[in-house]
């Protein structure tokens, strides 16, 4: 029967880490954790679990996780990040695929609500919730795209959606939201190409507002849907700022670079 190592990232999880892996042990027959430089006490926690993480510096999610999946012993891997929690059904289904897991090109989705600042939410920029990644697949013929953010597995031929889902438990505190989508911003235009312009980031950003908030269904989230279309905006205002401020040769991050990790 085809065995699966789970792969999971961690920085700073200490505290979604102990949801993440109960369940993530029931599916995992080798466990493979990649640490970005923790020292919120995630490395001790995963001590006293018996892990032993691999340091790898963080640059992109994609690497992160080809980097972990390249550690792995068996070629059907599930990918998660440590903010992500499996539920019962998602659990109970994945151990019974365990003995059909054949076809190389086939990858399985499951279907992920996000929750921010504690509260499930219809969107948040890009995605709308639920939304439904692949995250098992076979290393043979898949692996994550290099995208700067927002990547996903690739190569698969066909793929199925697991019953179930999974949480997505991302931007905890709204200091959080502020971190994040700077982080996610100067990554994007580090490592590609975005046409700056001050006119787009003036102009952008309140579309983006009025399509997260309305359209994407937002305000039916009530202060929260504020909080998401506010991120939306924020998002569209800050890459083609920091755009124009690299075609300036302006500095769009401080002399210290941290790690991070993608939602």
Same mark, same amino acid.
């Given at each position: 029967m085809p065995?699966?190592?789970v792969c999971?990232?961690?920085?700073?999880s200490?505290?979604?880490l102990?949801?993440c892996l109960?369940p993530?042990r029931?599916?995992?027959d080798?466990?493979?954790v990649?640490?970005?430089?923790s020292?919120?006490g995630?490395?001790?926690?995963l001590?006293t679990q018996?892990?032993?993480?691999?340091?790898?510096?963080y640059?992109?999610?994609?690497?992160?996780?080809?980097?972990?999946i =390249?550690?792995?012993?068996?070629?059907? $891997?599930?990918c998660? /990040?440590s903010?992500e929690? %499996?539920d019962?059904a998602?659990?109970? &289904?994945?151990?019974?695929?365990k003995?059909?897991?054949?076809?190389?090109g086939?990858?399985?989705?499951?279907?992920r609500?996000?929750?921010?600042?504690?509260? =499930?939410v219809?969107?948040?920029?890009p $995605?709308?919730?639920? /939304?439904?990644?692949v995250? %098992?697949?076979n290393?043979?013929s898949? &692996?994550f795209?290099d995208?700067p953010?927002?990547?996903?597995?690739?190569?698969?031929?066909?793929?199925?959606?697991?019953?179930g889902?999974v949480v997505?438990?991302?931007?905890?505190s709204l200091?959080e $939201?502020?971190d994040?989508?700077?982080?996610?911003?100067s990554?994007l235009v580090r490592?590609?190409t975005?046409s700056?312009?001050l006119l787009?980031?003036?102009?952008s950003p309140i579309?983006a507002f009025?399509?997260?908030y309305?359209r994407?269904?937002?305000?039916?989230d009530?202060?929260?849907g504020i909080?998401?279309?506010?991120?939306?905006a924020l998002?569209?205002?800050l890459?083609?700022?920091k755009a124009w401020a690299?075609?300036?040769?302006?500095p769009?991050d401080s002399?210290?670079k941290q790690?991070?990790?993608?939602i």
């Amino acid at each position: 029967m085809p065995k699966i190592s789970v792969c999971i990232l961690t920085f700073n999880s200490l505290r979604t880490l102990e949801r993440c892996l109960q369940p993530a042990r029931e599916v995992a027959d080798e466990l493979i954790v990649v640490d970005s430089g923790s020292t919120d006490g995630t490395l001790e926690y995963l001590s006293t679990q018996g892990l032993a993480p691999v340091y790898r510096p963080y640059d992109t999610h994609s690497r992160q996780m080809n980097f972990a999946i =390249e550690l792995a012993s068996n070629d059907w $891997v599930l990918c998660l /990040d440590s903010d992500e929690f %499996l539920d019962p059904a998602t659990v109970e &289904r994945i151990n019974e695929l365990k003995k059909r897991l054949d076809d190389v090109g086939q990858a399985y989705r499951i279907t992920r609500h996000w929750y921010v600042l504690g509260r =499930e939410v219809r969107a948040i920029y890009p $995605v709308s919730s639920p /939304d439904n990644p692949v995250r %098992l697949f076979n290393r043979i013929s898949a &692996r994550f795209n290099d995208q700067p953010v927002d990547d996903k597995p690739t190569g698969f031929t066909t793929t199925e959606t697991i019953p179930g889902h999974v949480v997505h438990d991302t931007f905890f505190s709204l200091n959080e $939201v502020f971190d994040k989508v700077n982080g996610y911003t100067s990554r994007l235009v580090r490592h590609k190409t975005i046409s700056p312009s001050l006119l787009r980031a003036a102009i952008s950003p309140i579309f983006a507002f009025l399509k997260w908030y309305f359209r994407k269904g937002g305000y039916k989230d009530g202060a929260l849907g504020i909080i998401t279309a506010t991120y939306a905006a924020l998002y569209t205002f800050l890459k083609y700022l920091k755009a124009w401020a690299i075609q300036n040769g302006l500095p769009i991050d401080s002399p210290r670079k941290q790690d991070g990790q993608e939602i």
